[in-house]
Structures are given as C-alpha cells and as structure tokens.
C-alpha cells in the first residue's frame, strides 16, 4: 500500500485542512493546537498507522467532523494523552513534539544571559551593536532597578544616579564618536552602506558604557521539554527578576501548550527539581568559600588561554574520519593513523576536508573527537555574544568590577577617553557598595566594558565554527581577537597545525571591516 491508500477519497477531503498533502508520504500538519501535533507524532512509537489515520480516527470527533481551522480539533484527546504519557508516566520524549514562541520585553541584559543558557532553543535578542539606547521613555532610561535595590530608598538613589549618568554620557558619546568617524572617513552624502556602518562602528565603541540593567527585548521559540526546563530554572533562581519571569513565562506558555507544562509547578516535580538545582549552585558556593582563597587569585592578562587539549587529537580526528568505511575496530584503525608521519596526516586531514567554499560548509562529526579547554578574559559585552554558543559547555564566574575594564579606541581618538574612564569608575565603585548588601543584584551595576571570566570546552567541529564566525572582519572587535586566540592556541600551543589550517575562513586581519560587509549587502539589495 503506497502512502494515503489507506484513506478513502472522502476521508481525505476531510483530512484536508490539516495536512498539507492528504495522500503522499512527506507533508507537514497545519490547523492543530500544538498539543495535538505531539500527540499524533508520540503515537508513532505505539501505532501501526498513518498520522492522518491516527487523527481521523482518534483526534477528530465524528470522524473528521470538525470545523477546518477549528482551534481546539482533537484538544481533549491530547490532553488526556499527555496526561497519561507525560505527567503519569514521565516519558519526557513526547515534550520534544510541540512547542510555543514567546516574547519576553523590558528585561535586564543580566537576565537574558539567564534565558538563554539552555541549548535546546532559538533566541533572537535586541543588540546593543545595532539599536541605540540614547532616547528615554517617560522620562527615564532604559534599564531595571531590581527589587533589592529598590526596596532601599538611599541605594535605589545612588543607583539610579550612577546609571542615569551611564546613559546620558553614553547618549552624547555616540554622537560625538558618529561625528569625528564621519569627518575622518569622509563618506559620500548618497552613500548609504558607509553611513551604515559608521553609525554602527559607534555605537560599538560607546556600547561597553551601557550597564548590565540595560534592558532588552528576546524573543524565543523552544520545544515543551525546552520550555519546562527554562521556566524551572528561572523559577528557582536567585534573582527576583529571574523568579518574576519565570512566572510571567509560564502563564503565557499556558495560553498555548498547557499540555507539556503540567508538571512545572508540582511540589513533587518542578518545584523539587528546581530546588535542588539551586542548591547545587549553593553548596558550591559555600565549599568555594570554605577550601579556595579568592584574595589570593593570580591572573597574569591572557586574554584567551588553552587549558586542556589532546595531544593526539588530530589523530584521532582522522581516525574516525577514516573509521566508518573501513570495516576495521576503532581503536585499530586508531593505531594505524598514529604510526604515521605528522605530514602524511596533516595532508590527509587537508584532503578530507578539502572543497569548502565558505565557512558554512563543515566537515562531519570526525571533528568532534577532539576537544579543547579554555578560559577566557574578556568585556561582558563579548561574552554576550559568545555565550550564544549553546553546543559547547560554558560555565562563567559572576560578572563584577575585580577584573577591570576594556578601554575603546575610537572612544579615545574622538577625545572622550576621560569621560569613558569616569564612567566605569563609577560603575565600579556602585558594584562594590552593591556587593555587601545586595550582591545577587550588584551586577547590574556594571558596565559592559567590565571583564567577566569564564570557561569553554568544545570539540574541533565547535571551535571551527565559533572561530571561523566570530573573528569574521564585521565583527566587534572584542570578540575578534577572542576568536583569532583561540585559532592561534590552537595551532601554536596544542601543536594542532593540521587541524588549523582547516579553519582557513578565520580572519586574522587586526582591524575589523564593517565597511565590506555593508558595500555587500548593498550590492544584494541592489540586485534585481
């Protein structure tokens, strides 16, 4: 029987409005509530039948009876069927078929590093590189007074003292560093890609005076299970922003997927297994505390340094290349590629990979047998942008003042070297009477120009797409010279030339070229 044979010509015409091919093998479900969407894939595991079978039979009352479009089409059975797998049974799986976009507005650049720590998700978040935080609403600027803070008149008043300096200065660079950009580059008046990109150069220069309270807008779209696990993290986090949202989070996902999101606030599930992950972080912090001396911290500047790698790690990259079309056992074809010469596996290396044609194009999961450890110093605002790199684990020290701050070129060369200075000075001074009173709140403080460290640990195949993308010539500096580092430790201190040279799409030019990049999405737009 060849696909849709098992539907009559009538069954089909009722099917319709729900799939976007009633009789071949491949179409996609369209008019269902997402719960019903991961109910009809869950009962793949435990039916001999078609999807389209399975809703006419089990999800459409009547037969297909039901109104096309109908927004609640097959809403009770998916219900009693996530009731039943998921939260009585606990087969997580079936919480990976449905899942809901949600717009999270107004909240603190603190809490959506928060938001975005989970790697089964999508984020889009509103970029301070590209959207200018110079005008006020209502007559304040854009950032969060947290609650411990608030609840403090005097502290709320040096807060809101500090920070509303942070944007006003902030507001009149921008413009002064836009000016002298455009009096030294001298751009054409109708040339619109380099109007673009110095308006953009400045407000990379001028963004590390923006502090973390800096509100964002994020937009996020992640699976039920996805969206579980964020509303229970958020839940149970130390920050009252973070509990707040949580709960705001989970209100709207109700609206939508109430079926995967049942046992969030069960004392005996969400509740519980939020609790134990904050004091996981907890008793950390306490033994931290107890065992490791933090006054007496070296730190001797580096900004990228490699930690840990594999000695044999382009052997064993080449190994399992070689290894699925061989026939042999992994750790003899392992073995064999060891004895040899460095040179013949660099060139055998260079010719698996061979034919890219740009950075987008990876070589398979082979990469992934070898990994590397780093720590890395560098501004929060960097971090930012690095972080988003969910495959590799990450793990990062609070952000705070101890580690000083990144200066800004162009801010220097357009004269406003001082009253950069001033305020991170101040930010930091805020930071430490922050810290002995409210500390879960005193890195909202801070400015993202200020240093955080924190730790990556990514395979081979990870790395060439980090590196390759972040050192890319339109970049922000910061994260340049993090991501040419890397490729450089690689190479140099790992010994893993061969593996290197096949990230050949990183820059390592020293100065970034917005410029190129927005002459060419001109040429594109320009393009009929």
């Known amino acids: ?308 790698f594999d000695p044999d790690g382009e052997a064993r990259v080449l190994a399992h290349a070689l290894w699925p079309s061989s026939g042999l056992p992994l750790d003899e074809v392992r073995a064999r590629v060891l004895a040899l010469p460095h040179s013949e596996r660099s060139r055998m290396l260079a010719a698996w990979a061979d034919g890219r044609s740009d950075r987008r194009e990876r070589p398979g999961r082979a990469l992934e047998a070898t990994e590397y450890l780093f720590e890395i110093t560098c501004d929060y605002g960097a971090y930012r942008d690095l972080q988003r790199h969910r495959l590799l684990t990450l793990e990062a020290q609070p952000l705070g003042a101890t580690l000083g701050w990144e200066p800004s070129p162009d801010a220097e060369a357009a004269g406003a070297a001082d009253e950069f200075a001033r305020v991170h000075e101040a930010s930091a001074a805020l930071w430490r009477d922050l810290i002995t009173v409210v500390p879960d709140e005193a890195p909202y403080a801070v400015t993202m120009s200020h240093r955080i460290r924190f730790a990556m640990r990514m395979n081979a195949r990870e790395a060439m797409h980090l590196i390759e993308l972040r050192s890319q010539p339109q970049g922000h500096a910061a994260y340049r010279r993090v991501a040419q580092d890397m490729l450089t430790a690689i190479r140099d201190q790992a010994g893993h030339g061969g593996l290197a040279s096949l990230m050949h799409y990183t820059d390592m030019t020293g100065q970034g070229d917005r410029m190129a990049q927005e002459r060419r999405t001109e040429a594109r737009r320009s393009t009929p």
């Open 1 to 308: 029987m060849s696909a849709g044979d098992d539907l009559t010509p009538d069954e089909r015409a009722r099917i319709a409005p729900y799939v976007t091919d009633p009789v071949g093998p491949v179409f996609a479900l369209t008019h269902l509530p997402e719960a019903v969407k991961g109910a009809l894939f869950a009962r793949y595991s435990r039916s001999a039948n078609s999807v389209r079978r399975i809703l006419l039979d089990e999800f459409i009352p009547g037969g297909g009876a039901a109104a096309a479009g109908g927004p609640e089409v097959g809403a009770d059975r998916a219900r009693e069927f996530f009731q039943r797998v998921l939260a009585d049974y606990g087969d997580d799986s079936v919480a990976q078929l449905g899942g809901a976009h949600v717009a999270i507005e107004g909240v603190s650049n603190v809490l959506t590093k928060v938001i975005e720590w989970g790697r089964l998700a999508s984020y889009l978040e509103q970029s301070t590189r590209y959207v200018p935080y110079d005008t006020q609403v209502n007559g304040r600027w854009k950032y969060v007074r947290p609650p411990g803070i608030a609840a403090d008149p005097d502290l709320l008043s040096s807060y809101e003292q500090v920070l509303d300096d942070s944007f006003a200065t902030y507001a009149r660079l921008n413009a002064a560093v836009c000016d002298h950009l455009m009096a030294a580059e001298a751009p054409a008046a109708d040339d619109a890609a380099a109007m673009r990109a110095l308006r953009a150069r400045a407000l990379d220069a001028v963004r590390g005076m923006l502090p973390a309270a800096t509100t964002a807008n994020v937009g996020v779209y992640a699976s039920g299970q996805a969206w579980e696990s964020l509303v229970m993290r958020l839940r149970a986090h130390p920050l009252a922003e973070a509990r707040e949202v949580g709960d705001q989070v989970l209100t709207a996902l109700r609206h939508v997927i109430p079926d995967f999101l049942t046992r969030v606030d069960r004392e005996d599930r969400g509740e519980r297994h939020g609790l134990y992950r904050r004091g996981t972080d907890d008793r950390a912090t306490a033994m931290a505390a107890s065992v490791l001396d933090a006054g007496g911290a070296s730190d001797d500047g580096s900004l990228v340094r490699l930690l840990e």
